[in-house]
């Protein structure tokens, strides 16, 4: 990217990736790097502005000595934000921990590390209650020392006042400069006569990425939208009718739903069912793609959150994301991945900005197993016409109400139990359907929806009225962790 930028080195913060997007709100990009990472590549991404943070949360002073001290003398304009401080002044007379505190486990530096002595050439910019230093600057080094959370929204003008005050930057990191640079970038780097192949899966992410890569080679890209049967209703012929008709994309849809719910066919286990459409997928693909020739990229979706929970503090993998699992590997493809560097809501905005259809920005993230994980145990084409038909009833209920836009996910789910109920009267023996609704920022922690009686009232009415196989509604108030959001 050629935007002006801030880094950030993270030191395990909790909330590093609010930081970075509370940066980037302020319209400046910024990337986090674990702190292991060497001078050399700091230096090769030529920030304007540096920021070590070291959130609250379990302190492991081994982290520390991953950070290069070089990074003090890089004479570029730099942020030094809670245990961060330990980096700086740790073992000297400036910085002391509080009495009372085991060190290893503090959950809150602010109240946990207190700046004793003001170091030579700082002048204090603020003070906590107890009078010591919380804020200071010195000119000189150009470096700007906190031990308040510029990330939370109280202390936001801090955040502000380094990255526009101090380190001058400015304020140029919009979709329309994304969208632009990316292209061109594409554009510049595609070798003349390749081909890419994009597997478009309904998601916003993979959309925008392929539209992206469109823009910028054309007819050379070829999309396949495998359809695995497990889709939400409608998302199929969405899909390619947007990418057909609206921007002419180069579209194979793939009708693979009898093969994929064949295979499916007596599996309960949740793992296994992944796995099973996970590999089928990429049978598939494979299969579709090899029909062409002088195919050496995959466009892949992937978005900055799946790459940063990869890495820990000390820069090792921890968890490997993959849309399309091994297959760049097995295809031999080389991946272009046009949103790697933006967060969901940044891939919306830029979706809203390339005039994707509303319905198709503002649709819930959807898992790539689809309603397979969303029918619990066996899958049956009857169960998948189930859940689908009360999604359609909830996603539609939840758009009069207005509240697409508050939740991160809403979505039915199918268990593997019937109960008694009664119909006029008649005793009915059927399904119930779990209404699941949850708030999110990320996806990493989510809380449960609290819905106005009158939506949980009448979602549950029509849901029974609509669905014959259906008796009783139920609805989740479980919070992620302990819950994950979907269930299996
Ligand atoms: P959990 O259930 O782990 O889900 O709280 C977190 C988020 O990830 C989505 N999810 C998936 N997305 N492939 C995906 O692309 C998957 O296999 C998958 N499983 C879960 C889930 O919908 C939620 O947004």
């Known amino acids: 990217m050629d935007f002006q930028k801030a880094l950030v080195i993270d ?4 909330y590093t990736q609010l930081l970075a997007r509370q940066i980037r709100e302020a319209r400046v990009y910024s990337e986090i790097l674990p702190c292991a990472v060497s001078l050399e590549e ?19 002073d081994d982290v520390l000595d991953f950070l290069d001290p070089g990074i ?16 700086l002044w740790g073992g000297t007379e400036f910085l002391q921990l509080k009495s009372d505190q085991d060190e290893k486990h503090i959950e809150n530096v602010e109240k946990a590390l207190q700046i004793v002595k003001e170091p030579p050439g700082y002048q204090v910019l603020s003070r906590g209650t107890d009078g010591s230093p919380y804020t200071l600057f010195s000119p000189e080094q150009n470096i700007f020392a906190t031990l308040v959370y510029p990330e939370k929204e109280d202390n936001i003008e801090i955040l502000h006042h380094f990255l526009f005050n101090i380190a001058k930057l400015e304020a140029t990191w919009t979709p329309a400069s994304f969208v632009h640079q ?25 959309a925008v990425s392929a539209l992206l890569v469109y823009q910028a080679i054309g007819e050379r890209l070829i999309c396949i939208f495998v359809d695995h049967g ?24 793939v009708d693979a739903r009898s093969e994929f719910l064949n295979k499916l066919k007596k599996i309960v286990d949740p793992e296994e069912k992944r796995r099973i459409i996970g590999e089928h997928f990429i049978k598939v693909f494979e299969r579709e793609a090899s029909r062409f020739e002088g195919v050496d990229y995959l466009v892949q979706g992937t978005i900055y959150p799946d790459i940063v929970e990869s890495l820990s503090p000390a820069g090792e993998t921890i968890k490997t994301h993959h849309n399309v699992g091994g297959l760049p590997e097995r295809m031999r493809l080389k991946l272009i991945e046009p949103v790697r560097e933006l967060f969901k809501d940044e891939v919306r905005q830029v979706a809203e900005y390339m005039d994707l259809p509303t319905e198709m920005v503002w649709r819930p993230p959807f898992p790539g197993p689809g309603l397979g994980v969303r ?18 009833i909830i996603e539609e209920e939840i758009k009069n109400e207005g509240l697409t836009h508050e939740l991160w996910q809403f979505f039915a789910v199918l268990p593997q139990i019937s109960s008694v109920g009664v119909s006029g009267d008649q005793r009915t023996y059927a399904y119930p359907i779990i209404l699941r609704a949850v708030t999110s920022r990320d996806s990493i922690t989510a ?8 939506v949980l009232d009448r979602l549950s009415r029509r849901i029974i009225e609509e669905i ?10 479980t919070s992620k962790p302990p819950a994950t959001i979907e269930w299996e």
């Open 11 to 14: 030191l395990g913060g909790k």
């Open 42 to 60: 700091i230096k090769q991404r030529e920030p304007q502005a540096l920021i070590i943070n070291g959130g609250p949360g379990i302190i492991d």
């Open 72 to 87: 003090f003398k890089m004479n570029v304009p730099l942020m030094v934000i809670g245990y961060g401080l330990k980096c």
């Open 182 to 206: 990316t292209i061109d970038k594409i554009k510049a780097s595609f070798p003349e006569g390749a081909r890419a192949v994009c597997g478009l899966s309904g998601g916003i992410d993979s």
């Open 230 to 253: 497990l889709m939400r209703e409608g998302e199929p012929e969405q899909v390619v009718r947007t990418f057909r008709e609206k921007y002419k994309l180069n579209v194979i849809s």
């Open 375 to 392: 029918v619990l145990g066996e899958i049956t084409p009857e169960k998948v016409n189930i859940v689908r038909r009360a999604n359609a």
């Open 447 to 454: 809380e449960w929806y609290p819905f106005p009686y009158k």
């Open 468 to 477: 014959e196989e259906v008796n009783r509604v139920v609805y989740d108030i």
